[in-house]
């Protein structure tokens, strides 16, 4: 797969805008301020085709990327306090719209930041996941934010933490700054490369 060849496609803002589902998609999700973009960007080995924000809740959008023969998709972060009642109903319609609408989801990359326990908001996401039988791997964002001691600490609770929801699942730390995990990452998405 040639990352130099990955795009920006398009942005949609409400279910009723997005077009058929035509090539595999690989979702990236997690909550607000987690780190999305900044492992979209360092998977295409780029600095900013996806949009990186200092300011929590700016994803609003389902943004779509293609990479040869695969789509890359960019969902809203959720859990976002600051946000009206009104964006939080949208971003739930367009949520179960996108994951309801027979869409040729192959797998979806569950962020959850390393250095804190996964929070409520994480955990609904992967129950969605789960019992909707939508494959995921757990991104753990930010490991290099975290001493040696504290990877090791964090390492050996996300598990428990996590319970069912990581039974079988693969669990990558990754970081943004020095690459790791950005291979495991691009091997699994060209895992369903057609």
């Keep these: 797969m040639n990352y130099n060849n990955a795009v920006f496609e398009k ?3 409400t279910f009723d805008q997005l077009e058929a589902s035509d090539l595999p998609e690989i979702c990236f999700s997690g909550r607000s301020n987690v780190g999305k973009s900044s492992l979209i960007n360092k998977v295409l080995g780029r600095k900013a ?8 809740g700016k994803t609003v959008t389902v943004n779509f990327y293609r990479v040869d023969n695969i789509r890359l998709v960019d969902l809203p972060g959720y ?3 600051k946000v009206a009642a009104t964006e939080r109903e949208r971003w739930a319609e367009l949520m179960e719209g996108y994951f309801n609408s027979g869409r040729n989801i192959k797998t979806v990359f569950q962020l959850v930041d390393m250095r804190h326990p996964a929070t409520e908001f994480d955990i609904s996401m992967l ?5 909707a039988d939508i ?11 975290l001493n040696k001691s504290q990877y090791n600490e964090r390492m050996t609770k996300i598990e428990d933490e996590l319970g069912k929801y990581a039974n079988g699942v693969k669990i990558i730390p990754f970081s943004a700054l020095s690459g790791s995990g950005t291979e495991e990452i691009r091997k699994i998405i060209e895992g369903f490369s057609v």
């Design 127 to 131: 129950d969605f996941l789960y019992n």
């Design 49 to 56: 085709i996806a949009r990186v924000s200092t300011k929590p």
């Design 11 to 13: 942005a949609f803002g």
């Design 79 to 81: 859990g976002y306090a």
């Design 135 to 145: 494959p995921y791997t757990v991104i753990l964002t930010k490991s290099d934010k």
